[in-house]
């Protein structure tokens, strides 16, 4: 689970994080009132699960009310990578010199926690993981024993942070390592950490990563999920138990098995489309979790047909084509066209079975992805 910034900039203050002031808003008339409480200048800020808002126009500053009216009205319902604004957080312009990065997940290789410093902190972290790995001081912590002083001093010396501030931004390292510990959290990130020109330091941004499976012992971060699951289909997806990542093209994948579902994406790049979404609605196929995948599918906007992969196992083929066939029965006509390949157990009979009329029925899965290629529009 994926807190939204806002919900993590809440869980970093609570903790004795610095981040600045600031208040959620759902309408340009909040997003004045809350900049009158806080004062200019604002940034205003996308609340969408996706990186690189800044880049993609999801973030403004505003130093008067009438700025703050254009941003507001130019980001509120804007579409940012498939995700409709609906929300924005106001906040406090922070006023930086530099800006640098923090951050701490498990190092699966090393089978440790890592915590990250790096001075080339601001939007692009990757890029500069990939090209300058060196720039991205690290160090490993022993979960037993938890990050020591030293550690944290350590990597802020490594990664060449002004003397002024090392030791708040050590501080503030252990703060986000304990945070991770204490949270269940799988990845805890600041990027940029801001430095002001009186060497101040402000988390101007928070990513927080919440193991699912740990949520029964986070409470107050579960309801943070309910409440942000309104907009979100990737909160959907939890609630119907399926694995779910949304992606930026438009054909829509659904698979039984992450593996399968992996190969129809790559597929679906091989013959020139571009892939809406990961679901992997998992073993067997009753009419109930296809509907759902159906559902999810289908509300996103960008899907311009769909592609069932499924594969039949301890669930034979043809109770999945029964599962598809009534699941489909809900619609007078499917929104979208839809092609079906089975394969495995019982495969021939199932797609006997199949409801033709309604549904594009493949043989091969090269087939199958092909025809969903042509339905969205063609290889690129
Ligand atoms: P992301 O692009 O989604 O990671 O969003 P961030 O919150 O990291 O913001 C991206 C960039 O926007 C930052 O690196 C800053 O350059 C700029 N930005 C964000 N908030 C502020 C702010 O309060 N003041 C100023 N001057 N710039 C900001
Ligand atoms: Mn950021």
């Known amino acids: 689970m994926r807190l939204h910034e806002y919900q993590a900039k809440e869980v970093f203050a609570e903790a004795g994080m610095p981040t600045p002031d600031a208040e959620l808003a759902e309408s340009t008339d909040e997003v004045l009132a809350a900049a009158e409480r806080i004062g200019y200048p ?33 980001i509120l319902g804007m579409d940012l ?9 106001v906040e406090q312009a922070v006023d930086f010199v530099d800006e640098l990065y923090v951050g701490v997940t498990m190092d699966r290789g090393e089978g440790k926690p890592v915590a990250m410093v790096s001075s080339e902190g601001g939007v692009d972290i990757e890029s500069v993981a990939e090209e300058h790995p060196e720039a991205i001081a690290r160090e490993h912590v022993d979960p037993a024993f938890g990050m020591h002083h030293y550690q944290a001093n350590r990597a802020v010396y490594d990664a060449g942070v002004d003397r002024e501030v090392a030791s708040d931004v050590a501080g503030v390292l252990t703060t986000l390592f304990d945070l991770w510990e204490n949270r269940d959290a799988s990845e805890a990130e600041i990027n940029p950490l801001m430095i002001t020109e009186e060497n101040e330091v402000v988390a101007a941004d928070a990513v927080m990563n919440i193991d699912d499976d740990a949520l029964f012992r986070q409470p107050d971060l579960a309801e943070m999920e309910e409440e942000a699951a309104g907009d979100d289909l990737e909160a959907k997806a939890n609630e119907y138990d399926f694995d779910y990542v949304r992606l930026d093209g438009n054909v829509g994948i659904i698979g039984n098995g992450a593996g399968l579902v992996m190969t129809t994406l790559d597929l679906v790049d091989y013959y020139g489309g571009t892939p809406a979404n990961f679901l992997d ?11 759902n995948a159906l559902d999810m599918v289908f ?19 043809d109770e999945v084509a029964r599962g598809i066939n009534s699941a489909i029965e809900e619609f007078d006509e499917l929104p979208k066209p839809v092609v079906v390949r089975l394969a495995g157990t019982n495969a021939e009979e199932g797609m006997d079975i199949l409801n033709a009329d309604a549904l594009d029925v493949e043989e091969t899965l090269e087939g199958a992805v092909q025809r969903a290629v042509e339905h969205a529009g063609g290889a690129r």
């Open 42 to 74: 604002v940034a205003v800020k996308a609340q969408v699960h996706v990186g690189g808002r800044g880049k993609a126009g999801g973030i403004e500053l505003a130093e008067n009310d009438e700025e703050a009216r254009e941003a507001a009205d130019s």
């Open 81 to 89: 990578k498939g995700y409709t604004v609906e929300r924005v957080l």
């Open 281 to 291: 609605i998992g073993g067997g196929a009753k009419a109930e979790r296809v509907a």
């Open 299 to 317: 509300s996103d906007d960008n899907v311009d047909s769909v592609v069932f992969n499924l594969f039949g196992g301890i669930t034979r083929g």
